[in-house]
């Protein structure tokens, strides 16, 4: 028996219905006068996964994809470099949204470095964007504990009493989502029962380009030193691009000084030593609260 063509068979009906789920939220999102789809992009392979799912409802539809559909990256600053040029070189319709504040900013202002529990930095960077639009995301379940609890289509904003988007005319949920559209924002999640395997067996079957860090022992990409990574990959992440390690250390340098002159109480007393808890290497028992006190 192929187990290549087997595998491939057994993907089929998660990749249509994929392609329906996005020809859904089109459909939903021109009824309500809310444009093309907003694709939240990120260059990594779920998005480039999300892309060719959304390039084949485009098609399904006959209407040509950037009609069907605007690109959006949220440029965060700390990105890897050969993701950033990847996406300039092969992906270049991509709309490239710039944050307000920089990493090195968002450190100094919010006195504390980001962690697992205090994110704020994915809130800032990446999270931004889609507003008032009919948004597709390449979340997948596989990805995470906590985003199994996420659904296929989803209302941000709306309240649990709300209930969850119909796509039907004459339902009332339905007309109590179309007087807040300026406030929220509707998601759709076309991939998110594909499991790792299914995500790299589209991208081969396609014929997808993907970002060369992939080959070179990567299996996640975003933003450079992230806490959710774990501290060996940040270490590993940050040997790598020790620019981005030196522009951490004075980031945190400034922040102390914030801090101080906030009158808020720390026992770091150098950027360094920030750093070197945040990878983890910390003494034993050390943490932080939640306004960033180390105890």
Known sequence: ????????????????KAIDRVIDAYKFSQSLGLGKLWICFSGGKDSVCLYGVVKKAAGKMCVPLLDFAEFH??????DPPELVQFIKEQFPFVCRDLYKES???LI???????????????AELKEKGGEGRFCATG??????TQRKSRGEFEDIGKTKAEGKILFNDNDEDRRQLEHCIPKRKYVVNPIIDFTDEDVWQFIREENLPYCKLYDQG????????????????????????PKFRNAYIRAFDRMLI????????????TGQEV?????????????????????
């Open 139 to 144: 979340v997948r379940w596989a990805e995470s």
């Open 103 to 105: 990493m090195w900013q």
């Open 218 to 241: 990567f299996t996640r990409l975003g933003c450079i030193g992230c806490p959710m990574a774990g501290g060996k990959r940040q270490q590993e992440e940050l040997a790598k691009y």
């Open 1 to 16: 028996m192929d187990t290549q063509k087997t595998f491939f068979d057994m993907l089929v009906p998660k990749v249509d």
């Open 258 to 269: 914030n801090r101080k002159e906030s009158g808020l109480e720390t026992k770091w007393q």
């Open 73 to 78: 990256y949220n440029v965060t600053g700390i």
């Open 108 to 122: 100094e202002r919010k006195q504390m470095p980001p962690t697992r529990l205090v994110r704020y930095c994915c």
């Open 275 to 295: 750093f070197d808890w945040w990878v983890g290497n910390r003494k034993e028992n050390q943490t932080i609260d939640s306004q960033g006190v180390l105890f």
